[in-house]
């Protein structure tokens, strides 16, 4: 399943690098790409992983990214 999830809180490359650096290590992610210019991370992930949504927010917000939906 793809995913674009709203942030607030990514304002440049290092801060997005951190953020797909933390997506990326949460199980069942295959891919993410995090968006400074669109304020936007765009996640693939199987959507049979228990709780893998909340798992995916918790990392942005663990790299100091605010969620939005």
């Not at 607030?8 to 290092?14: A, C, I, K, Q, S």
């Not at 951190?18 to 968006?35: M, P």
């Not at 765009?42 to 959507?47: I, K, W």
């Amino acid at each position: 399943m793809q995913k674009k999830i709203y942030v607030v809180g990514m304002f440049d490359e290092g801060t997005a690098g951190n953020v797909q650096n933390a997506v990326s290590a949460v199980a069942g992610v295959t891919s993410v790409t995090a968006n400074v210019d669109k304020a936007q991370v765009l996640v693939d992930f199987d959507e049979g992983t228990a709780g893998i949504e909340d798992a995916i927010n918790a990392a942005i917000q663990g790299a100091g990214v605010d969620v939005l939906g």
